[in-house]
Structures are given as structure tokens and as C-alpha cells.
């Protein structure tokens, strides 16, 4: 077997953690507002807040997502408050095995570590939603009783044959509440019995207003529905099966984990409203919301190819930050505000390329952990057993007491500031790891393997001094004295 060593790595294996949030274009910001009252723009809370990040096991993490799980972690520690990880596991047939895992392993490398959750425990657990089925069932038969939800007994037939008569005619495909009016008697009755049936929730005639710290005051439109066309959202809140929809287990987790703001993507803006006439029912008080935009690339698509895994190239950036400098997560937390992108963010790879490099420079020149997780990381690469690198051949170069560790680190240090992952690294520095192959030069045959030799006795291994020592070289060969003429390898 040999290692496949691609000319151009389609993703990044490493990436700096310091990369994504500071590759958005600037637009317009919005002001933030709490509770009808203008605060000053784009203050933090005064007080410590409660964060969370929700993601489903249904996929892997992708990059928006972990932007998202960053932007909550910097509010949670700017406000010395805590950072919650839940599992939203409640669509079970289209959970991923591995995924949950890996979501662990993602955010742990990119530094987002929890401080309330699976693995980690917390007074406010279970944190998995498919351990808390028992609480939902709870919460959706207080709204039955309250008169806010009803049950349906439609049928899937039923609701597929409305759906498509109305989208003929035109109209909203909603529900039009043919069991909005069972008599509760009745409705409990058919349940007793084991009917199928669903619990919605019977949305208000207005939705309610709520402050979005992004885009300002939100006053959504007045529900679909009118004496000529009737037809009502209302939102199912539990399933068949007595699992709860994303709406129901989402309120409800929010309320009793105590979370305070709620970062999220901006697809998720046309359910707040929902989620808002919901706590209304509840008699509970909403978290503050912040909708951040999608991530596009440089076409303008919503979304970007590959996953966290693949990509390797969050943390540690904010949105609106513009500095060319890198920071680590302890500055990102002391620079943190709620000065969000308004709409999409623009993620261009030459950017994140450029910071990539400059992280790498950075961590070259300070040494320690930085270094090492470098150094480990291409000398992995070196040591796989399909790897077109042999020991022997660096042993015939570097002699019998070679350490890869140590040879590395000063190969890294020589071409830091080049380094955008270890892939494209160990492939622009394939002539330091492996044993020269004939030249296919006539005129410079020859001289290579002198010249070669000649690089042991450069002392200290960086750009400078070895660019010295090439031009030497070159300056003492025939075709590299001044007026003659080079042949072109």
C-alpha cells in the first residue's frame, strides 16, 4: 500500500482555530433591544448568561453549525456565565451512528468545550431529548388543558389530500382545524381509546413581537387565515408516537436549563414567532434571540461544501472583527460583542488560507503546544504504514540517530509561513522527507548530490540561512556565475 498524497488536498486537514468568523465582508449592522427598551449597541449583558448549542445526530458538523456553537460558547464566557451542549435526538430513523461522537471529538479539537452536557453531567440533565420524552408529554397536556393546543385526529391521507386540493386552488397548504373544536370529553375519549392522533398548538390570531439583538424589533405578519380562505398554522408539538416535535422540545429545553440567549442561524427566524406565542401560552419568559446569517461562499450559495471533520476550520473568530491579526480563544472571549453580520457572511478560502499561514507562523515562533500538535500531525502522516515516506530513507539523510519529532518541528519552522495544512505541507516539502530521485537535468546531474551534501552545514535550519547556502551553491557552479547561461530543470 502507499499513501496517496494529493497535488491539491481537497480540504484542509488542520486548520487554524483562530479562521472563521473574521472571513465575512462588512454590512449593515442592526441595533440591539431588550425587553422594548434600545440598550446600547451591541453591549453584552451585565449579567452571566446561559448559552446552549442544540445540534440533531442526523448528519456531521458542518461549518455553520460550529460557527454557531462558537458565537454561544464567546457570549457564555464574555459574561462568565456557561456554555450547554444537548443532544436533539429525536428524529431517530434518521440518526447517523457515529455522529454523536464525532460532534464530541469536533468540538473538543476546536477548543468549545461544555460545561454542561453529555459526558459532563449538570443539575439540569438529562441532555439528550430522547431521555426526555416524559417532560414534553408533561408540558403538551398543560397546554391541552389551558385550551393553547388541541389534539387532531386527522390522517396522514386526510392531510395529504387537503394539502394538495389547496395548493390547486392556490392557497396556504395549513391546517384547517377541522379538530380545533372537538369537544374535550370526546377528544379525551378517542385518546383513552387508542386513536392515533397529534397535539398542535393553536397559534394566536396576532403573533407575538419579540427583540432580536441582530435584526432589531420583529412585529410578524397576522396569521393566514380569513373567513374566505381558513387556514391555521398550528404547529404539531407532539407526534403519534408521543415524541415531540423540534418546537415543543425546544421550548421547553430552553426553559428548564434556564438558557438566556439563543444564537442562532437565521433559517430559523420564521419559527421564532412560533416558539414565542408558545412560552406566551406556557406563562414563561422567552430567552433573548440573535439570528446570525448563513455562510456563503464567494458565488453567494448559502452554504459550503464539506463537513467540520473534513474541513477543519473553525474557532476561534468573530463575525465582525477585521483585524489582520490572530488571536486565541482567550482574546476572541475578551473581544467578544453582539455586533453580528447582518445577513449572509462571504466566506472567501484565500482569506482563510492567508490567516491559516499566519497562525502557523505564529505558533512556529512561540514553540510549545501549539507546535507539537503540528509537529504530531505531519509526523502521523509520515509514520502511516501506507506512507510514501520510509524511515530508512530519512535515516540515510539525517543518519542513525534521526528523531522524526525533532527533524519535523525544524522543518516546520523552516516553511512555517507556508503551512496552510499538514497535506499540502508534506507535499511541498516532499524533497525533505524522501531520498532524491535522479535528476532529469544532463548539464546539473552531477553536481546534486555535492551540493546536497553541502546543506549539512547550515547551522541554524530557517529561510534565511538556507537561502544563504543555496546561493552559494549556486554562485560556485559554472552556469551560476554572472554572464552564463542556466539550464532550466
Not at 440567549?261 to 420564521?270: D, F
Not at 489582520?324 to 472567501?348: A, E, I, R
Not at 507539537?372 to 530513507?393: A, F, I
Not at 546534486?448 to 554562485?475: G, M, T, Y
Amino acid at each position: 500500500m502507499s499513501f496517496p498524497l494529493l497535488l491539491r488536498p481537497q480540504l484542509p486537514s488542520y486548520t487554524c482555530r483562530s479562521c472563521l468568523a473574521r472571513l465575512s465582508r462588512p454590512s449593515t449592522r442592526a441595533k440591539s433591544t431588550t425587553a422594548g427598551v434600545t440598550a446600547k449597541p451591541f453591549a453584552l449583558p451585565s449579567s452571566p448568561t446561559r448559552t446552549r448549542f442544540a445540534p440533531s445526530p442526523t448528519g456531521y458538523l458542518h461549518l455553520g453549525s460550529l460557527r454557531t456553537a462558537l458565537f454561544n460558547y464567546l457570549l457564555a464566557k464574555a459574561t462568565g456565565g456557561q456554555f450547554l451542549l444537548r443532544i436533539e435526538d429525536t428524529d431517530q430513523k434518521r440518526t447517523v451512528a457515529d455522529a454523536e461522537s464525532r460532534l464530541y471529538r469536533d468540538l473538543r479539537w476546536a477548543g468549545l468545550q461544555w460545561d454542561e452536557g453529555p459526558e459532563v453531567g449538570g443539575p439540569y440533565g438529562p441532555y439528550r431529548q430522547s431521555e426526555r420524552s416524559k417532560l414534553y408529554q408533561k408540558h403538551a397536556h398543560e397546554l391541552l388543558e389551558s385550551g393553547h393546543a388541541y389534539r387532531c385526529f386527522c390522517s396522514a391521507e386526510r392531510l395529504n389530500a387537503l394539502a394538495e386540493q389547496r395548493h390547486k386552488m392556490g392557497m396556504a397548504t395549513d391546517y384547517d382545524r377541522t379538530c380545533a373544536d372537538i369537544p374535550k370529553e370526546e377528544s379525551e375519549d378517542r385518546a383513552a381509546k387508542g386513536e392515533s392522533h397529534v397535539i398542535r398548538l393553536r397559534i394566536p390570531d396576532q403573533y407575538p413581537t419579540y427583540n432580536d439583538l441582530v435584526y432589531g424589533k420583529f412585529k410578524p405578519l397576522k396569521r393566514r387565515g380569513h373567513v374566505v380562505e381558513a387556514a391555521y398554522e398550528d404547529p404539531i408539538l407532539l407526534k403519534s408516537d408521543g415524541l415531540p416535535t423540534y418546537h415543543l422540545a425546544n421550548v421547553v429545553d430552553d426553559h428548564h436549563m434556564k438558557i438566556t440567549h439563543v444564537i442562532r442561524g437565521a433559517e430559523w427566524m420564521p419559527s421564532t414567532p412560533k416558539h414565542v406565542a408558545m412560552y406566551n401560552a406556557f406563562g414563561w419568559t422567552p430567552p433573548e434571540f440573535a439570528h446570525v446569517g448563513l455562510l456563503a461562499d464567494e458565488h453567494g450559495d448559502g452554504n459550503l461544501p464539506g463537513n467540520a471533520v473534513e474541513f477543519r476550520c473553525v474557532a476561534r473568530l468573530v463575525a465582525h472583527q477585521e483585524r489582520s491579526d490572530v488571536m486565541d480563544l482567550k482574546d476572541l472571549v475578551k473581544n467578544f460583542s453582539l455586533k453580528f453580520t447582518k445577513g449572509n457572511t462571504t466566506v472567501t478560502m484565500g482569506k482563510l488560507h492567508f490567516l491559516q499561514r499566519k497562525h502557523a507562523a505564529l505558533r512556529a515562533k512561540s514553540g510549545g503546544e501549539g507546535l507539537d500538535e503540528m509537529v504530531q500531525t505531519v509526523v502521523g502522516l509520515l509514520s502511516m504504514p501506507d506512507s510514501l515516506y520510509k524511515h530508512e530513507d530519512l535515516e540515510k539523510l539525517k543518519g542513525k540517530s534521526f528523531l522524526p519529532d525533532d527533524y519535523v518541528k525544524r522543518v516546520i519552522q523552516a516553511d512555517s509561513e507556508n503551512y496552510t495544512n499538514a497535506n499540502e505541507f508534506v507535499y511541498r516539502n516532499s524533497f525533505m522527507f524522501q531520498l532524491l530521485r535522479h535528476p532529469t537535468s544532463v548539464t546539473s546531474a552531477e553536481g546534486i548530490p555535492q551540493d546536497v551534501k553541502a546543506l549539512k552545514d547550515v547551522e541554524v535550519w530557517d529561510r534565511d540561512h538556507l537561502n544563504a547556502k543555496v546561493k552559494k551553491i549556486i554562485d560556485a557552479r559554472p552556469e551560476g556565475r554572472a554572464g552564463s547561461k542556466c539550464t532550466t530543470i
